[in-house]
């Protein structure tokens, strides 16, 4: 039920950020404050049982829910940037994109080594951003928990590209 609430509620835009790409809009969902809810209660649902000791969410919209179940769960939440917005110590890892390369950064003491660690993104489409911050946290001595996203477009194989590093992989919406 909660994926075709998902569904009915992400809006569609075509030929971002280039032809051929269909976007999927989640700002939409942030309209719906029960929606949003309904979204956070299904990933706390989902995680019962699974160790998480912090939620790193990737910037940008990682943030939205990323920060809300961490709050529900009671554990710290750290964020994932972009290169350059970050203002203390901190550990980066490059990484190829489909058009390019991207580097994303996390301060050095986001978290304890050991503790087990979830990734959220709003959206998975082929895994590379999940990847480099799972390297990066297990170069950082970390464990990953698991990852959590609101999408995820299964027909670009990102869950079989991170399935590797975490056999827990929720996608509330699949496309």
């Known amino acids: 039920m909660?994926?075709?609430?998902?569904?009915a509620a992400v809006r569609d835009i075509p030929d971002f950020p280039k032809p051929g790409i269909v976007f999927k809009d989640i700002t939409t969902i942030l309209k719906d404050?029960?929606?949003?809810?309904?979204?956070?209660?299904?990933?706390v649902a989902q995680l019962q049982g699974t160790r998480i000791d912090a939620i790193a969410g990737v910037e940008s919209r990682g943030f939205l829910f990323g920060l809300t179940l961490a709050t529900?769960?009671?554990?710290?939440?750290?964020?994932?940037?972009k290169a350059g917005k970050l203002p203390y110590t901190i550990r980066q890892k490059k990484y190829d994109l489909e058009y390019g390369t991207a580097t994303i950064e996390m301060h050095t003491d986001a978290f304890e080594p050991g503790q087990h660690i979830l990734l959220h993104d709003d959206l998975l489409?082929?895994?590379?951003?999940?990847?480099?911050?799972?390297?990066l946290i297990k170069e950082m001595g970390g464990v990953v928990a698991g990852f959590s996203f609101v999408v995820g477009?299964?027909?670009?194989?990102?869950?079989?590209r991170i399935a590797p590093?975490?056999?827990?992989?929720?996608?509330l919406a699949d496309y």
Not at 2 to 7: G, M
Not at 33 to 43: M, Q, R, S
Not at 153 to 160: A, P, Q, R, V
Request: glycine residues 10%; aromatic residues 6%; hydrophobic residues 45%.
């Open 2 to 7: 909660i994926d075709q609430q998902i569904k």
């Open 72 to 81: 529900c769960l009671g554990v710290p939440f750290i964020p994932i940037r």
């Open 125 to 135: 489409a082929t895994g590379g951003t999940v990847c480099a911050a799972s390297d």
């Open 33 to 43: 404050p029960k929606l949003c809810a309904d979204i956070v209660d299904a990933f």
């Open 165 to 171: 590093i975490s056999d827990k992989i929720i996608v």
């Open 153 to 160: 477009l299964g027909f670009l194989n990102g869950k079989e």
